[in-house]
């Protein structure tokens, strides 16, 4: 495919539209399934709004959100937090009340779980958190990904206070994407049932 596309920060007004990408990106994602289980009612009005929530947080907090755009549409994207995470705002809080509304008090504790497993699992030195890379699922295997992947890495390689980026992953085909672009297994952890595997490329 010739490089007909282009790689943007997500505005405000497209923040559903990536919340909406994300949500059928991760649908069959073993991390996302145990927070948001199969069984769950109105998954997918849980995985948006999950996802919403994010990318709310990301564009009021000015994190690093990324996407990439061909012939108009959006295709990939990726949410990132910096090594420095401001508090949350009044506004924040509010949204959050209702999102957790909508996602119910268990998808809210196995967040929080989650959540404790990436605190846990952080390198001694500050660094990027790449909190989801999605690709819309009708259009992968084309260089989306790894095209935001490297840009991440830049925006990591451009702050001084950034020793590197950290994900986590726990798909067999993830590990060999993320090696391939450098990363390497820093530690792994276990969520519910699922095998997590923490991957780290430093940038200095």
């Not at 705002?89 to 990436?118: D, F, H, N, Q």
């Amino acid at each position: 495919m010739d490089r007909d596309w282009r790689l943007l920060d997500v505005p405000y007004h497209r923040a559903e539209e990536a919340a909406d990408l994300l949500a059928r990106a991760f649908e069959m994602d073993s991390i996302i399934g145990y927070i948001v289980p199969p069984e769950t009612e109105d998954r997918y009005k849980v995985l948006k709004a999950l996802f919403l929530d994010t990318c709310l947080e990301r564009l009021a907090l000015r994190q690093p959100f990324l996407m990439a755009e061909w012939n108009n549409k959006m295709v990939a994207t990726a949410c990132v937090v910096s090594t420095y995470t401001p508090p949350p705002t009044e506004a924040m809080k509010r949204t959050w009340e209702k999102t957790k509304a909508v996602i119910g008090p268990g998808v809210v504790s196995r967040l929080e779980e989650y959540e404790a497993l990436r605190k846990k699992n952080m390198p001694p030195r500050l660094c990027h958190y790449l909190l989801s890379l999605g690709v819309d699922p009708g259009l992968r295997n084309m260089g989306f990904g790894r095209a935001l992947l490297d840009s991440v890495i830049d925006v990591a390689r451009q702050d001084p206070t950034s020793a590197g980026v950290l994900l986590d992953t726990d798909a067999d085909a993830n590990l060999v994407f993320y090696e391939r672009a450098g990363f390497t297994l820093a530690s792994s952890a276990k969520l519910g049932d699922v095998n997590m595997a923490y991957m780290y490329k430093g940038v200095r």
